[in-house]
């Protein structure tokens, strides 16, 4: 496995920035690690009276980190333009669901429904380990499915009448559309325009509201894993209730998406949107992630006593094949990693620095770009 990282990483926090990078970096091979550290170390040394770096640990290997472009981006977008676009995307898909069906038959998960003043949301499991929503309205008897994936699992839990809002264009969050559509002659399909939702009959863009009996939709442009991503937020007001935020591949239980479309600036901007809702909002993600991605936050942010206690209850969860979802935004903002790229102590065990016009916005991009590129190894290993 290669380790990416700085050696400038370390200046200042040592020990603990070791212990940090270590679990991600643990099999890295040290065949050059000599020869590495060396460089390393000449190419950052400080001029005259200014503090050195401490060296890097014995058990870390040092590769500069390349600013140009990740060679793999393209082949991650070529698999997920063939994946989302082709007809041979569409029978991998369906390869999926037979899978998952076989080896899930009662879902991924254990899942439990929220009311809320006559105002269901249902989190139905589907796939190796996606999440399908229903939010329905349970006095007009209209339903609002959310990433229909698996057409068979949400028509069970369905009522009279339904309409689709797809998220982002994948087999994986959309594929149930054209069943549900030709099963319901009046199911609406909404989405993004850019992202080639199949059966799209509603086009929306950022700010769009979609009304269903007491149910109040609002898009949210939030591009970056793809062009034309949008997360759906449900107003609690109608119905005296907390706000629900479904988002898709933007944003899990503590991480976020890949940047397939998008950089890490539009990625970033997308997640200053969510974070601008209500702390109580309910984070309700397209994936149950929760402890892989903890996992990840406790390797960055090792001392984060949030994301420990999370972690505690996340396990014992999973340990009963429990979903996790929905957390809050106000939770996400102590240990999401993803979403505190503006803390000073992830920026300096971490973080590039101030970028070259010193922009506060744009150093925080670059954190995120780490943050990412690190998940990435780290989920590979």
Same mark, same amino acid.
Request: net charge positive; with cysteine; proline share 7%.
């Given at each position: 496995?290669?380790?990416?990282? #700085? ?27 000599? @020869? ?106 209209? #339903? ?6 698996? !057409? ?6 369905? !009522?009279?009448?339904?309409?689709? $809002? ?13 069943? $549900?559509?030709?099963? @319901? ?37 939030? !591009? ?81 006593? #949030? ?36 803390? $000073? ?8 620095? !101030? ?15 780490? $943050? ?10």
């Amino acid at each position: 496995m290669a380790a990416v990282v #700085a050696a400038t990483a370390l200046k200042g926090r040592g020990a603990r920035n070791a212990r940090v990078l270590r679990g991600i970096l643990a099999g890295a091979t040290a065949n050059k690690a000599s @020869h590495n550290r060396i460089r390393a170390l000449q190419s950052h040394s400080s001029p005259e009276g200014k503090e050195e770096p401490e060296p890097l640990s014995p058990e870390l290997e040092y590769i500069p980190r390349k600013r140009g472009k990740n060679p793999m981006k393209a082949v991650g977008l070529a698999w997920y333009s063939l994946y989302t676009r082709t007809w041979l995307g569409y029978l991998f898909y369906r390869q999926q669901l037979r899978r998952a069906r076989n080896r899930y038959p009662k879902g991924h998960s254990k899942t439990q429904p929220r009311l809320f003043n006559g105002v269901k949301v249902l989190p139905i499991p589907v796939l190796s380990d996606n999440y399908s929503y229903l939010i329905i309205d349970t006095q007009a008897q209209l #339903a609002v499915a959310v990433d229909p994936s698996d !057409p068979r699992a949400v028509q069970v839990q369905l !009522p009279l009448e339904a309409l689709c $809002l797809s998220l982002p264009p994948c087999r994986d969050h959309s594929g149930g559309n054209r069943d $549900l559509s030709r099963r @319901h002659r009046d199911c609406r399909v909404y989405g993004s325009p850019q992202d080639g939702i199949p059966y799209l009959t509603h086009p929306l863009c950022h700010q769009d509201v979609v009304s269903v009996g007491r149910l109040q939709i609002r898009a949210l442009a939030t !591009p970056g894993h793809t062009q034309g991503h949008l997360v759906y937020l449900l107003d609690g007001e109608p119905y005296k209730g907390p706000s629900c935020l479904f988002s898709g591949d933007l944003l899990f239980l503590s991480g976020c998406g890949r940047t397939f479309e998008g950089n890490a600036e539009t990625m970033l901007s997308s997640l200053d949107t969510v974070l601008g809702l209500g702390d109580d909002t309910l984070l309700w993600p397209g994936h149950e992630y929760a402890e892989e991605n903890l996992g990840f936050a406790g390797v960055v942010e090792p001392e984060n006593l #949030a994301r420990e206690r999370k972690m505690q209850w996340v396990q014992r969860q999973r340990m009963e094949r429990k979903g996790t979802c929905p957390s809050t935004l106000g939770e996400e903002r102590s240990y999401n990693p993803f979403l505190r790229t503006h803390c $000073l102590e992830l920026q300096e065990a971490l973080g590039p620095g !101030p970028g070259p016009t010193g922009d506060d916005d744009y150093s925080r991009a670059q954190l995120l770009e780490e $943050l990412r590129r690190l998940k990435d190894m780290h989920k590979s290993k």
